[in-house]
């Protein structure tokens, strides 16, 4: 991985210093050869049967960019030419000799590659082998697993079976920072599942593990089963069987990145209502904070439209007397407190975060860049202005260092013009500096920007429906409202709410 690094890195340093002009060639081979999805170097005259893409691009006035659009035309590739069988062999960048003078480059070279995102290039590496369809696989695996049933009845315990499952042979399709994922289909069951493999230290319990224990929602990823197994060299790995879906959220926008349009309106409000509604069903039933929402982490079925949040290896019951580490989540979707050093903060960093997330799909890149922590905040005062000492105290009321760049704030309603109003007064309620003032996430589901999906007799509210969008377990979902106002609230969830009898 970090020699592929070093090379991008290089390879992308090359041009000058506002734009790339690079071209680069991608192989991707037919899955005759034995090469799996190892990055690997070719023997020469063995030539293995390619898709060669090639690709040329200018003008990209920064590397993430840049990074971006190769992933999606490797994606868009793969998927045009419906290859079921192939597997990403090695990607391969081939520079155009620079014609600017030499001695500017190791200067470029130093200067673009600190503006590298370790995250991006990761999944540029990693991101499409979800993609591929495996080979195929006659090896069945079998394992004796843990079989995980969520107990719908409150106070009782989830119920745990041994039982054996086999599998086809799965390959490695993807990395993240702790785990390996791999799809596959469960022989018995015939259930598409993904599997993710995380080290396991022999001294903690996992909490991944614990908390996916405690989840049973339709829009977060369930577990369905688990083991553990050892490798050679006695390492214990933890194996988590969960629910498959075969997109994020990340990768859908990059779909439409490419094709130089935007995601439709009505997807992303379905996408922001279900991601507000995992959110209520994790602070308030499970009493968990995510403290990870990305795109990365939000799967999603584009032919459907129903979204389920994934790797909750973050997540935590957050305790109000017990402190938490403020350097958590990544870093554009990270809560200004966190940047502001709280270790007291909210199950609220999560609306923050999603916030985030619904105005990269608006806006079809990140609404916050940040590259480096201190820089995520100027990004932030850039479009939020500077906080207010009563913001200041209500993010972090110990921090003094009172400092900040003196920029005049573009605002989001200027960054947004053109979007619905609704979907303004959605951020702008959402993206408030101090925690307590953000709209926690039920609040949030009944703000006008949902409106549209809860009119009867339309295509939308059909979809709603298949969705079950506006099936709210009282007891759970709803257990936090106070009493007196359930029947209003109720009632708004599922009609418009200039519709709804009482206002909120
Ligand atoms: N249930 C699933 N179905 C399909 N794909 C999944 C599933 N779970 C994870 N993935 C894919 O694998 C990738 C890595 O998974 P995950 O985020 O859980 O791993 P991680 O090691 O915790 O990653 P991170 O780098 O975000 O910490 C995700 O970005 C997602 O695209």
């Not at 391969?92 to 503006?115: G, H, L, R």
């Not at 870093?331 to 199950?347: C, I």
């Not at 100027?378 to 009172?402: A, L």
Request: hydrophobic share 35%; aromatic share 8%; with cysteine.
């Amino acid at each position: 991985m970090a020699a592929v690094l070093k090379s991008l890195v290089q390879k992308i340093s090359f041009g000058n210093s506002d734009s790339l002009q690079l071209k680069h060639k991608t192989s991707i081979q037919s899955n005759t050869s034995n090469t799996g999805l190892e990055k690997k170097k070719r023997k020469p005259g063995k030539e293995p049967n390619k898709i060669p893409v090639h690709h040329r691009i200018s003008n990209y006035s920064n590397s993430a960019e840049y990074i971006s659009d190769i992933e999606n035309h490797i994606i868009s590739k793969l998927l045009d030419a419906d290859k079921k069988d192939i597997t990403v062999d090695h990607i391969e960048f081939v520079d155009i000799p620079d014609t600017k003078a030499n001695e500017e480059k190791d200067v470029k070279q130093e200067n673009t590659s600190t503006k590298l995102d370790k995250e991006r290039i990761d999944r540029m590496i990693n991101f499409d082998y979800r993609y591929v369809e495996s080979k195929q696989r006659t090896r069945l695996v079998h394992k004796k697993v843990y079989k995980h049933e969520h107990n719908a009845d409150a106070g009782k315990k989830n119920s745990e079976e041994i039982v054996n499952i086999s599998y086809p042979a799965v390959e490695v399709v993807g990395h993240g920072s702790f785990g390996v994922v791999v799809t596959t289909v469960i022989n018995e069951t015939n259930q598409k599942v993904a599997i993710k493999k995380v080290l396991q230290d022999r001294r903690y319990k996992n909490r991944e593990l614990e908390t996916m224990k405690l989840l049973n929602h339709l829009n977060t990823i369930s577990l369905k089963y688990y083991f553990y197994e050892k490798d050679g060299e006695d390492e214990v790995y933890l194996n988590l069987i969960l629910d498959y879906m075969p997109q994020s959220l990340y990768q859908r926008l990059r779909h439409f990145v490419h094709l130089k349009t935007q995601m439709p309106r009505l997807e992303i409000k379905f996408y922001a209502y279900q991601l507000f509604k995992a959110l209520n069903y994790l602070h308030n039933v499970s009493q968990i904070c995510h403290r990870d929402i990305k795109p990365q982490n939000v799967l999603v079925d584009p032919k459907t439209f129903s979204l389920k949040i994934c790797d909750f290896g973050s997540a935590k019951c957050l305790k109000p007397d017990q402190p938490n580490v403020s350097y958590i989540c990544s870093r554009y979707y990270r809560a200004p407190e966190l940047m502001f050093g709280a270790t007291n903060y909210s199950n609220q960093i999560d609306v923050w975060s999603s916030a985030c997330v619904i105005a990269e799909l608006l806006l079809g890149k990140p609404l916050f860049p940040g590259e480096s922590g201190i820089d995520q905040l100027v990004e932030v005062i850039k479009i939020m202005g500077i906080p207010t000492k009563d913001e200041i105290s209500g993010m972090n009321p110990n921090y003094k260092d009172h400092i900040f760049p003196n920029v005049k704030p573009v605002t989001l309603a200027r960054l947004l013009k053109g979007e619905d109003s609704d979907a303004l007064d959605l951020l702008s309620k959402a993206l408030r500096y101090d925690p307590r003032a953000r709209l926690p996430p039920l609040k949030c589901l009944l703000l006008k920007y949902f409106d549209e999906i809860k009119i009867r007799d339309t295509d939308a509210y059909a979809k709603a429906q298949c969705l079950r969008i506006f099936d709210f377990d009282v007891q759970t979902e709803l257990g936090h409202v106070p009493p007196a106002e359930l029947s209003t609230i109720e009632v708004a969830l599922k009609q418009p709410v200039s519709q709804a009898l009482t206002s909120l």
